[in-house]
């Protein structure tokens, strides 16, 4: 799997088209693996990926495969920005097959549930290698049962929360795996540390992820110790297990040891009397109520905090209304302020020329006074008398 173009000199967009060449070379290589992973499930098909990181994605991808060449569904075939080209590979000399295949026991798995309406679950290796993270909505317990099942046989099934939820304990019953959960109150702050070398998608898978991890944590020393005592060419992962359910590594070394050894997959149970059983189931009953009611909380607080955010909407809407409510007021205050003293105005200007109009009378009667008190001067002066 390669580029199917040389990325040249380039220009201006050359970072551009080598991140496009390089996500096309991405993109192909893991729908590659995702076949890939499917017929390793299904049918056990082992294979090998070596990929080369580029800018916006991979350089290169090569996947080596282990079954015949008619088995793989994949074929050669070039887009325009990458390639895919199959080759079969010859050994260098004839392998002998045994006529009786030894039948492959299913490996172990650390599974961390996070219960609830929507259900994360995380899936570990015992060597602490993450095979499977994702969260559902209204999955039904049987197909998570289903789904764990497709990845191994649960070793242990572990919660982030103590005690651990009766849906997750059901889940744990089916598999008779040894159940596990941190005792204590795990911090928003440790879940992100914990998840964030493999990544998540949401809360659910950050718990479900936080209670494998937490598990493969307090087993990882003992592990460690397992694999520096076991012998050469012993099981580990059967050694693993015995120590997971309880016995000590020499004595779980004993077991293998000993010729005819069945995997012993079933957790020791202590003999119960019937009024223990009572007790247990009443407990049990107990933690179903608290359970649903734990859920039923859940989902009234998401409910409060959709209520919420749509609280903050309408106050906001409401802030913004009220905003455009006290401009219109300013406008229309303004406006009445303005015909008001307009209308004053009006008035003032009415009143000055009705006063304008008067003294213009008043000065046409002195100037009338006026001429005829200058005719009678004249006529005195003249000598002209008056009868």
Not at 135 to 152: H, N, Q
Not at 190 to 205: C, M, P, Q, R
Not at 367 to 384: A, D, F, P, W, Y
Request: with cysteine; proline share 3%; aromatic share 6%.
């Amino acid at each position: 799997m390669s580029r199917a173009r040389s990325l040249g000199r380039g220009g201006w967009s050359q970072n551009r088209y080598r991140r496009n060449v390089h996500g096309a070379v991405l993109q192909r290589s893991r729908e590659i693996e995702n076949v890939l992973r499917d017929l390793s499930r299904e049918k056990g098909i082992i294979f090998e990926a070596v990929n080369v990181k580029g800018f916006g994605g991979y350089v290169w991808s090569e996947f080596t495969v282990y079954a015949k060449r008619g088995e793989i569904p994949i074929h050669s075939m070039a887009s325009n920005n990458a390639q895919v080209i199959v080759k079969s590979v010859e050994r260098d000399q004839i392998r002998y097959a045994p006529l009786k295949q030894k039948k492959l026991r299913r490996r172990f798995i650390i599974v961390g549930i996070d219960p609830g309406t929507t259900v994360g679950i995380a899936v570990l290796s015992l060597d602490g290698d993450l095979l499977y993270l994702k969260s559902f909505r209204g999955i039904a317990p049987d197909k998570v049962v289903k789904l764990i099942t497709e990845y191994g046989k649960p070793a242990v099934i572990a919660s982030d929360v103590t005690p651990m939820p009766v849906s997750v304990e059901k889940i744990r019953r089916s598999f008779n795996a040894v159940s596990a959960s941190p005792g204590i109150e795990v911090s928003a702050e440790e879940k992100i540390a914990l998840g964030k070398t493999f990544g998540y998608s949401n809360d659910h898978e950050g718990d479900a992820l936080t209670a494998a991890l937490l598990t493969y944590r307090s087993y990882k020393n003992i592990f460690i110790r397992i694999e520096k005592k076991a012998p050469v060419d012993s099981d580990l992962e059967l050694l693993k297990l015995y120590v997971i359910q309880g016995d000590s590594i020499e004595a779980a070394i004993e077991k293998i040891r000993e010729p005819g050894t069945l995997v012993n997959t079933r957790v020791q149970e202590i003999p119960e009397n019937p009024g223990e059983r009572v007790v247990d189931e009443s407990i049990l009953k107990m933690r179903e109520i608290i359970q649903r009611q734990r859920e039923r909380i859940q989902n009234l607080q998401i409910y409060l905090e959709e209520l919420k955010k749509k609280l903050v909407m309408k106050d906001k809407k409401t802030s913004r209304l009220e905003s455009k409510l006290n401009g219109f007021k300013k406008e229309a205050y303004s406006e009445v302020r303005k015909s008001k003293e307009i209308k004053t105005r009006d008035e003032i200007i009415e009143s000055l020329k009705k006063e304008l109009s008067h003294k213009n009378k008043t000065v046409k009667e002195l100037r009338r006074r006026s001429n005829k008190l200058r005719k009678i001067q004249k006529m005195e002066i003249c000598g002209v008398g008056t009868l």
